[in-house]
């Protein structure tokens, strides 16, 4: 059973520019959660998605958007990038959604220069 | 405002030497505490969910607890593969939203 893919892995962005990160959940889950993690804040909540519609979400500016396609993969986007923002991000796919965290990717590791 | 406290930030026990990590918790309607484990360079990997004190969960070497506020991730008879960063996350619900808070680990070393 295939797990969590997020792509790319590793990304080198300029301050200014904008990103977009992608996420496949396991087959048949239909949660997908997005964390951003830094040494300093630890995994921070950025948005939740289930059945393509964005059911939660965290404490971030409006730059950081995803959304959720009908295949269940997801993207999130970042424009307008800050130094601030170099970060892993971290997608977690769930079956239904009551242990949204249960799954987590290997995450993409973006540098913002 | 959830938050979530992990102590202590780094323990180094001998193989076999048995502790306790700590996780105190405030959130607004709990809706689940979860552990995780996360290795260096890898994405956290699911342990346990509880969602009512007194419940207790166990798998292999490792127990949690939960009580109104705080949960205890116990670990038995620890292996160094044992070695990682253990996370606690809470599940809050407030204002129509859920939010997950995670606290900023405990980075366990277990020596052979």
């Known amino acids: 059973k295939a797990g969590v893919t997020q792509t790319p892995r590793y990304l080198i962005k300029t301050r200014g520019q904008q990103v977009t990160l992608s996420c496949s959940p396991i087959s048949g889950h239909r949660s997908v959660s997005w964390y951003q993690q830094t040494p300093g804040q630890g995994l921070q909540f950025l948005f939740e998605?289930?059945?393509?519609?964005?059911?939660n979400k965290g404490n971030f500016p409006g730059r950081f958007s995803g959304r959720q396609f009908s295949n269940s993969r997801s993207e999130m986007n970042v424009s307008t990038l800050e130094l601030g923002d170099s970060a892993l991000y971290l997608c977690a796919s769930s079956l239904d959604g009551e242990v949204p965290e249960a799954f987590f990717g290997q995450g993409t590791r973006l540098t913002v220069v | 405002e959830d938050q979530v406290t992990q102590s202590p930030e780094a323990l180094r026990l001998q193989e076999g030497e048995s502790s306790s990590l700590n996780c105190s918790y405030t959130v607004s309607g709990l809706r689940g505490l979860f552990w995780y484990r996360q290795d260096p360079g890898k994405g956290p990997e699911f342990l346990f969910t509880?969602?009512?004190a007194g419940e207790e969960k166990e798998k292999e070497r490792l127990k949690a607890t939960l009580t109104k506020k705080e949960s205890f991730l116990h670990i038995t008879a620890p292996k160094p593969e044992d070695s990682a960063t253990y996370l606690c996350?809470?599940?809050?619900?407030?204002?129509?939203?859920?939010?997950?808070?995670f606290g900023t680990g405990t980075k366990l070393q277990v020596i052979p």
């Open positions: 998605y289930f059945s393509e519609t964005q059911r």
């Open positions: 996350a809470v599940r809050g619900s407030s204002g129509g939203y859920q939010k997950v808070t």
């Open positions: 509880l969602y009512s």
